[in-house]
């Protein structure tokens, strides 16, 4: 007899238990094993006959390594913080492979973990059913992954689905079927069922893709803003290219290219707060500021339009709070653009202390601000900027978000036809 006779498992899959052993052995009962086999075969024998010796005995060395594995899978299963249940799916495996639905009266539980338990709100471990299977949340997407692994006579499934918790919250999962193998077999007795929790995942998943529409959004509202003024730059420097012997004609000209070259350095110098605020690099100096000076310097920089806007006094007592100078005037000037261009008249702007803050309150006739510009801005600080947002938003969120930066806030409040914003500062210590 020749050797490397090949095994009936190398010609087709075992048929039976005793094809999977012998196959296991090297072993092929429709054919003589060659001499090199039988060599093999008789050495693994006398190594099992001198454990067997050394042990006590087979059964006693069964029952040991039997009690070992079995501690090992019990302390894995009910330790494990996945949920994990053991369902009995074996009288499905004949007519029901051929049909449609899973039919889930007849789907036992046999077992469950501790966090499986918690969560679909049914017991440890089940000995005996039918249960009601249906009533521990998963989805029918589920159901029907599962129907597609016995019917296909597959060994896993996954799937990720939307469920109900015992206390009906809703949570989403990947659920990952296994069928196990002994010897080769499937067993669909002992079908393990694992479900990973992965609803923050999801959320935090959707939360990411509207902040990037959200920003692109953004920055679609903030090109529009841009082009105009730029356009008037644009224009009134060809204008002022022309020769003219008027002198009011080029000082207006001149004005309007500072106006409008001033109004695209704000919305740049408010998107890259928004952009260095949530890569962390955005730096704030903490001096002692004049408030009263640097509304002073806003209103005579932003020109003609800073007309219509009321201040105190030159010679009051000086209101001195603590910030970034830079990021002061960019408050001031946001909160004041708003109110002159969105319907605002009537504005002034009064400063005064109260215990240790300042308060500079930008105050205009007008309509209140939209509901959801309110709720996005003036609710939790974390989502100002995030969410669909129209540029006019920008600045009052920028405003609040340097505020807050700075150790104060931004208030908004309407009241008897008035809208007022209120910024507090912390108030630098008396010299």
Request: with cysteine.
């Amino acid at each position: 007899m020749a050797t490397g006779t090949r095994s009936h498992s190398e010609d087709s899959p075992p048929t039976s238990l005793l094809d999977v052993q012998l196959a296991r052995l090297g072993l092929d009962r429709t054919r003589a094993p060659g001499v090199q086999r039988w060599v093999q075969f008789l050495d693994g024998i006398e190594e099992a006959c001198s454990v067997l010796a050394g042990s006590g005995g087979l059964e006693s060395l069964l029952q040991q390594q039997v009690s070992t594995r079995r501690f090992s899978q019990t302390t894995l299963f009910e330790r494990s913080p996945i949920p994990i249940m053991q369902l009995d799916l074996s009288t499905l495996e004949d007519g029901d492979r051929a049909n449609g639905a899973l039919p889930l009266d007849r789907v036992r539980i046999t077992a469950t973990n501790q966090a499986a338990s918690d969560l679909l709100g049914i017991e440890g471990a089940h000995e005996s059913g039918p249960h009601d299977i249906a009533r521990i949340g998963l989805s029918s997407e589920a159901w029907t992954s599962i129907s597609e692994m016995v019917r296909s006579n597959d060994t896993t499934a996954e799937i990720e689905f939307v469920g109900t918790s015992s206390d009906g919250e809703s949570y989403e999962a990947i659920l990952l079927a296994a069928v196990p193998l002994p010897f080769g077999i499937p067993d669909y007795t002992r079908v393990v069922v694992s479900m990973t929790d992965i609803t923050d995942h999801k959320a935090e998943e959707r939360r990411m893709h509207e902040l990037v529409a959200s920003r692109n959004r953004l920055l679609a509202s903030v090109t529009t803003e841009l082009r105009s003024p730029l356009a008037e730059v644009i224009d009134f420097a060809r204008l002022l290219e022309e020769p003219t012997d008027d002198p009011d004609r080029r000082r207006d000209l001149a004005h309007a290219i500072a106006g409008g070259a001033a109004r695209v350095s704000s919305v740049v110098e408010d998107l890259l707060v928004v952009s260095r605020s949530e890569l962390g690099d955005l730096v704030l100096a903490e001096v002692p500021v004049d408030l009263t000076a640097q509304v002073a310097q806003v209103l005579e920089v932003g020109g003609a339009e800073m007309s219509v806007v009321s201040t105190p006094g030159r010679n009051v007592e000086p209101r001195i709070g603590l910030g970034d100078p830079a990021r002061v005037r960019q408050i001031v000037r946001n909160l004041v653009v708003d109110s002159i261009e969105h319907d605002g008249a009537d504005v002034s702007i009064t400063i005064h202390r109260r215990s240790s803050t300042m308060r500079l309150t930008v105050s205009s006739t007008g309509p209140p601000l939209p509901a959801e510009l309110t709720e996005r801005v003036f609710g939790h600080p974390g989502d100002m900027l995030g969410g669909p947002m129209d540029v006019r938003f920008l600045g009052i969120s920028v405003a609040r978000q340097l505020a807050i930066a700075m150790g104060g806030d931004l208030r908004h409040r309407f009241d008897s036809g008035r809208r007022e914003f209120e910024v507090t500062l912390r108030a630098a210590p008396a010299a």
